[in-house]
C-alpha cells in the first residue's frame, strides 16, 4: 500500500512504517493532493501530526485548484489541524485559483471559531474580507 492511500484510510500506523521505510512525504496523487492535504481534509489530526513531523510541505498548492492543506482543513470545519498548520509555517492569506483566503472560506462556511482564531494572524486582508462577506451575504439575504 502507498503512503497516500494508507493516509486516505487514515492507518496511522501504516503511515508511521511507510515514513520508516523511506516513502516520500511529499509525494502527489492523480488530483495533485498530497498526503498532508488529504489527512487535512479527512480531518485526522495524528497523521497530520506525524506528516508535519517529517517534513511534510504545509503550503504545497494543488495546481489544479490552488488549495493547501489549510484551505482543506477550513472547508471542513477542522479547527484543530488549522491550528497545528498554522503553528508549522503555512500561509494564512494564500488565495486559491478563486481568490479566495482561508478567513474567507472559513466566512463562508460559517466557521466562527476559524474566524476568531486566536493563532491566525489573518493580516490585514481581515478586515477587506470581511467587509465582502458581510456585503454578499447581507445583499443575498435581501436586506
Known amino acids: 500500500m502507498s ?13 508511521r512504517t511507510l515514513l520508516q521505510n523511506g516513502a516520500d512525504v511529499n509525494q502527489v496523487d492523480n488530483y ?33 485548484c490552488g488549495s493547501t492543506a489549510l484551505f482543506w482543513a477550513v472547508h471542513m470545519g ?14 494564512v492569506n494564500q488565495a486559491d485559483i478563486r481568490g479566495d483566503t482561508p478567513l474567507l472560506l472559513a ?9 476568531k482564531n486566536p493563532f491566525t494572524k489573518w493580516s490585514n486582508c481581515k478586515l477587506k474580507y470581511k467587509f465582502i462577506y458581510t456585503f454578499t451575504f447581507s445583499w443575498v439575504k435581501g436586506k
Open 32 to 64: 495533485g493532493d498530497t498526503p498532508l492535504i488529504i489527512a487535512s481534509n479527512r480531518g485526522y489530526l495524528d497523521i497530520v501530526n506525524v506528516l508535519i513531523q517529517k517534513n511534510a510541505n504545509v503550503n504545497y498548492t494543488n495546481i489544479r
Open 107 to 115: 466566512s463562508k462556511r460559517g466557521y466562527p471559531d476559524i474566524v
Open 78 to 91: 477542522k479547527s484543530d489541524i488549522v491550528n497545528v498548520l498554522i503553528q508549522n509555517g503555512a500561509k
Open 3 to 15: 503512503l497516500l492511500n494508507a493516509v486516505n484510510h487514515g492507518n496511522l500506523e501504516l503511515v
